[in-house]
């Protein structure tokens, strides 16, 4: 039954607004009437879904991680307790959603009750359900086990937004420490040093090198400020626009695997997401070559994608799983070792959770030891440019005084 958004007075003449299923909207007129509310306005809630005939939005209301983690938990709590999913669907969009969000879950009641598959209807919002969420609800659909699989789909998404939120705050205080610190040496290279080297400059004295050096740069930022702020603004940008070309992106790609320490860091992070995504996938019935391609499409680096791709064609040609990861060194030794274990054992899905836990309870160490070490880099690299700056400043005036003694 469609769903319609209206707003309407109460009979105390207050101003009211919500979710009211009917049939039609003069049937749904008539069911605010009968509630004793006057309507002022009502729309279907999936309307927009309508206008574009049913294909996947372009634009439109999308979800945030928070918000995608917050329906995926409550769907996941109602299927569970054994709710038709058009009803879960119905109960969550009616529990306080942003616009938004709110038209998408009642645009996807509307096609599961005109019996679409909950899949099949996400499929039509792709930039809110990405592919992999979707492989899993079509896997938990195909095995009847669409409640614990929405289950292990939170946990999932729980723990990758906890992790984001760690980060996020950890990074709030050094950040603001970094902008500190170059709005301080703004200030000096801008407004400080060219008044000292005015004074300088009336001297008639050769200058130190460092200060000659340290006066060059600030009369380059005095001349160049705007086009160098506006470089820095465009950069990211431009970086985007570049890294969406195929080419530039695996370049990319390519570079930061190849970094001292962040690289070994990304390789190992993308190993846990693999892990993960296979293991979630394989707990829910996916066969191993269907739960490759999906792991294959949740890597963010493209030669990480390429040998998971390499490993899903191995897999198909016959090839054990341990012994094709061991051929594209996929997983630390350690992990591998687990992965060849739970193959022995008939359980692969088991010990690749058991191998991602332990590989991002690692990254969780790395991350917090590396943003802890942060702070005083920070401190340490703006105490040491703060240093030069006043070095080239009290060379001058010991070289003046030591020619005044002289």
Do not use: C
């Not at 309507?39 to 996947?56: F, M, N």
């Not at 009847?144 to 205080?173: N, P, Q």
């Amino acid at each position: 039954m469609p769903a319609f958004e209206y707003v309407a007075l109460d009979a105390r003449g207050k101003r009211t607004k919500g979710l009211v299923s009917a049939e039609t909207g003069p049937a749904a007129r008539a069911e605010l009437r009968r509630r004793q509310l006057s309507p002022l306005k009502i729309a279907r809630a999936d309307a927009r879904q309508e206008r574009t005939g049913g294909s996947p939005l372009s634009s439109g209301p999308r979800l945030t991680g928070a918000q995608r983690v917050l329906v995926t938990r409550q769907m996941a709590t109602l299927v569970s307790a054994g709710l038709p999913v058009a009803e879960a669907l119905g109960a969550v969009a009616g529990q306080g959603l942003a616009a938004g969000p709110r038209r998408i879950v009642l645009g996807l009641r509307a096609r599961v009750v005109e019996g679409e598959r909950l899949s099949l209807a996400m499929a039509g919002y792709p930039a809110a359900f990405p592919p992999l969420y979707r492989a899993l609800i079509a896997a938990g659909e195909t095995t009847g086990a669409l409640g614990a699989v929405m289950e292990r789909l939170a946990e999932h998404l729980e723990k990758s937004a906890a992790l984001s939120r760690r980060i996020t705050l950890a990074l709030i205080y050094p950040s603001a420490l970094a902008v500190t610190a170059l709005a301080v040496i703004a200030v000096l290279m801008v407004a400080i040093v060219p008044r000292i080297a005015e004074q300088f400059g009336s001297m008639g004295v050769t200058l130190p090198l460092l200060t000659r050096i340290m006066i060059a740069t600030s009369e380059f930022l005095q001349d160049w400020w705007p086009g160098l702020l506006a470089l820095v603004v465009a950069l990211p940008f431009a970086l985007r626009l570049l890294a969406r070309r195929p080419a530039v992106r695996a370049r990319l790609d390519r570079l930061v695997l190849s970094l001292p320490l962040i690289g070994a860091q990304a390789r190992k992070i993308e190993a846990a997401r693999f892990s993960r995504t296979t293991a979630v996938l394989l707990a829910s019935g996916v066969v191993l070559p269907d739960a490759l391609r999906a792991a294959w499409q949740a890597s963010a680096n493209t030669v990480f994608r390429q040998s998971v791709a390499r490993v899903r064609e191995a897999v198909e040609g016959g090839r054990g799983l341990p012994d094709a990861l061991q051929a594209e060194a996929i997983l630390p030794p350690l992990a591998l070792h687990m992965v060849a274990a739970g193959d022995r054992a008939g359980d692969p899905a088991a010990m690749l959770a058991r191998a991602a836990v332990q590989m991002e309870t690692e990254i969780d160490g790395t991350v917090s030891v590396a943003l802890s070490l942060l702070e005083p880099a920070i401190i340490i690299a703006m105490g040491g440019v703060v240093a030069v700056i006043v070095l080239s400043i009290l060379l001058p005036i010991l070289q003046l005084n030591t020619l005044a003694m002289g």
